[in-house]
C-alpha cells in the first residue's frame, strides 16, 4: 500500500467507451487537462508523455495496465517542476464501471512515500480536471478553468 494517496471517485452520465476517449485522446484532453495531450499509443509497457503547449514534456511515464474502456494505469513522474520531479515514479491508475446510464469512474493516483509533495499537487488538479471532464461529456463544454494552460508555467 502506498504511504500517499489521492482517490477521487464521481459518476458521469455517458458511456465507458466515451470517458476512454476523453481520457485518452488529445482532442478531448486539449479541452480539460489545460492544453496538453498525451503522447502514447496505449499498449502495455508503451512510453507515456503528458505534453505541454509550448512542446515541453510536463510528466512521463509508462502504461502498466490497458483494458480498455475498463481500466488503465500508468507509472508517473513530474518532469517541468524541480521540486516535483526530484520523486520517485508514483502510479495513476482509472477504473470505469457502467452502471446504466453512467460509468462510476475511480482514480488513485499513489506512491510510496510518506508526504509525497507530487500527490499534494496533483490532489489539488484532479477535481479539477475530472470534474471538466464530466462537465464535457454531460453538456458538451469543459470548465473554464481547464482550457487553457497557465502563464509562466
Given amino acids: 500500500m502506498a504511504d500517499s494517496?489521492?482517490?477521487?471517485?464521481?459518476?458521469?452520465?455517458?458511456?465507458?467507451?466515451k470517458l476512454w476517449q476523453a481520457l485518452t485522446e488529445p482532442e478531448f484532453t486539449r479541452q480539460i487537462w489545460v492544453e496538453t495531450?498525451?503522447?502514447c499509443d496505449w499498449k502495455l509497457g508503451s512510453s507515456?508523455?503528458?505534453?505541454?503547449?509550448?512542446g515541453r514534456v510536463g510528466d512521463s511515464g509508462e502504461v502498466l495496465e490497458v483494458d480498455p474502456p475498463k481500466r488503465l494505469v500508468l507509472s508517473w513522474r513530474n518532469e517541468f517542476k524541480p521540486e516535483l520531479g526530484t520523486?520517485?515514479?508514483?502510479?495513476?491508475?482509472?477504473?470505469?464501471?457502467?452502471?446504466?446510464?453512467?460509468?462510476?469512474l475511480t482514480?488513485?493516483?499513489?506512491?510510496?512515500?510518506?508526504g509525497s509533495k507530487l500527490?499534494?499537487?496533483?490532489?489539488?488538479?484532479?477535481?479539477?480536471?475530472?470534474?471538466?471532464?464530466?462537465?464535457?461529456?454531460e453538456t458538451g463544454v469543459p470548465l473554464e478553468a481547464t482550457r487553457k494552460w497557465p502563464e509562466g508555467l
Fill in 119 to 137: 500527490i499534494e499537487a496533483v490532489s489539488q488538479g484532479w477535481p479539477m480536471i475530472m470534474a471538466s471532464v464530466k462537465s464535457l461529456l
Fill in 107 to 114: 482514480l488513485i493516483h499513489q506512491m510510496d512515500k510518506p
Fill in 37 to 39: 495531450w498525451q503522447d
Fill in 5 to 17: 494517496r489521492f482517490v477521487y471517485v464521481t459518476y458521469i452520465r455517458t458511456t465507458a467507451e
Fill in 48 to 54: 507515456w508523455k503528458l505534453m505541454i503547449p509550448d
Fill in 87 to 104: 520523486e520517485d515514479y508514483s502510479r495513476l491508475s482509472y477504473d470505469l464501471e457502467q452502471q446504466g446510464e453512467m460509468v462510476k
